[in-house]
């Protein structure tokens, strides 16, 4: 059995398509709406784990095979093995280091070791992935080591570390399309956060599991959760932490209204509540939130694209200035929503322009992106002559990346 290899959505229309079944007739099946059943295939929404399901059961297909990472797939590269590296060590049934617990300053130099390499290396993917499954085993293994420890401040930092660790993993498992791994380390992260006593890494586990609630189009639990985090925050005393801290729910929340549509809530709370805070935080990167005035910059970019303003959206991308931010992610995500306004305007030199220099930033990220992926679709299904070479190369590069 194989697949090509696209994004979730292309693999829902190919077997779509395969099994002759039309869109309204599978969507209604499914519990869904045709036309969301054709956003899923066109890259603009992912599919929840439970409606992916019931379209692989309607589909008469593994449910593995529409994520794109079984095993036996003769499509996958090397590099998905990785990933089940990371899972067998996640389970706590992968072979066991035969080391001593790590020391704690140890443990905190390459948990910060691996953030910096997942928000800087344009190859995060296969770099970080060959290091993890023993930095979760030798993580897990010092917590246990440490769990009924007499020595407090050792036992918190331990904890501190785990749940910086798990934070990490979150957005690993999330940008991999495993939104269910990502949705248990994130719980993780929550109570070690809790466990340890630490009120600022207590409110980036909400603001993490908030990203994941996003994912899984869970739009109002997110909301509720970044509310949660900013209560909390707002009742400690202010410092440039709470408030950054405190800032990166507020967009939490300003992306569960524009998932919502509620496009002018988003912007006043992104007005009135986000910018705000940044202007009082500055830039920085407390935990790992890139939050600071351009981070809300660019989710003004994103409401308008998301809002289907394009010509606003590039209006207000024009202005920003990306070069200083210190994730490659959110740099990725602002170009590849500049490159999704021209898409919507069939302006498809700009568009190949994008994603040139996306693969050029951060190619595995490219690769992975389902809405990169139908974008390089569309365009080898439109593009004029002139540029035909140029958009073919550019998807055989992707599919030989993809994994």
Not at 123 to 132: D, I, K, M, P, W
Not at 205 to 214: E, F, M, P, Q, S
Not at 265 to 289: H, I, V, Y
């Amino acid at each position: 059995m194989s697949t090509p290899t696209f994004g979730i959505g292309e693999r829902v229309r190919f077997w779509r398509e395969k099994r002759q079944r039309k869109q309204a007739a599978v969507a209604g099946l499914c519990g869904i709406t045709e036309e969301y059943l054709s956003q899923i295939e066109r890259g603009l929404k992912i599919p929840s784990l439970p409606v992916l399901h019931a379209l692989a059961v309607e589909l008469n297909v593994p449910m593995s095979l529409l994520l794109g990472d079984e095993k036996r797939n003769e499509l996958l590269s090397e590099n998905a093995y990785v990933a089940d590296d990371v899972v067998t060590a996640l389970m706590g049934y992968g072979p066991s280091s035969g080391a001593e617990p790590a020391a704690p300053s140890q443990l905190r130099e390459r948990v910060e070791a691996v953030w910096r390499t997942w928000q800087t290396s344009p190859n995060r993917y296969t770099e970080v992935g060959a290091v993890l499954p023993a930095l979760i085993t030798d993580t897990e293994a010092t917590l246990r080591a440490h769990r009924f420890s007499p020595d407090s401040t050792t036992r918190r930092d331990v904890l501190r570390t785990a749940a910086d660790l798990y934070f990490m993993l979150r957005s690993y498992c999330r940008r991999a399309g495993r939104i269910e791994l990502s949705l248990m380390v994130a719980d993780r992260a929550l109570r070690a956060a809790e466990d340890a006593d630490d009120p600022l890494r207590s409110a980036a586990a909400r603001w993490n599991l908030g990203h994941v609630l996003l994912a899984d189009g869970e739009f109002e639990g997110a909301r509720q959760t970044a509310i949660q985090g900013i209560e909390a925050l707002d009742a400690l005393p202010s410092s440039s932490s709470t408030v950054a801290m405190a800032g990166a729910l507020e967009l939490v929340a300003v992306v569960a209204d524009a998932r919502r549509k509620k496009w002018w809530q988003a912007r006043e709370r992104l007005s009135a509540n986000a910018s705000r805070r940044a202007e009082q935080a500055g830039e920085g990167n407390t935990m790992w939130t890139v939050f600071g005035p351009t981070n809300v910059e660019l989710h003004a970019v994103s409401i308008e694209m998301e809002a289907g303003e394009a010509v606003e959206a590039l209006r207000v991308a024009d202005q920003i200035d990306i070069a200083h931010l210190p994730s490659i992610e959110r740099r990725f995500t602002f170009l590849l929503e500049v490159a999704r306004c021209y898409d919507l305007r069939r302006e498809d030199p700009a568009v190949l322009v994008h994603l040139l220099d996306l693969e050029e930033l951060a190619p595995e990220d490219l690769a992975r992106n389902p809405l990169a992926q139908e974008m390089v679709s569309r365009l080898r299904r439109r593009v004029r002559p002139t540029y035909r070479r140029q958009v073919d190369a550019l998807a055989e590069r992707l599919n030989a990346r993809e994994p």
